[in-house]
């Protein structure tokens, strides 16, 4: 039960990390294009 709840705090946090460095590209991205 512990492993399982770690593992899913892990993907969710995961998620999150990825859209922050989506939404990191879009930002650079964008004042690139300026």
């Given amino acids: 039960m ?12 995961c998620s999150f990390c990825l ?6 590209e879009i930002e650079h991205a964008e004042v690139e294009g300026e």
């Fill in 19 to 24: 859209t922050d460095l989506i939404s990191n």
């Fill in 2 to 13: 512990g492993k399982y709840k770690t593992e899913h705090l892990n993907k969710l946090y």
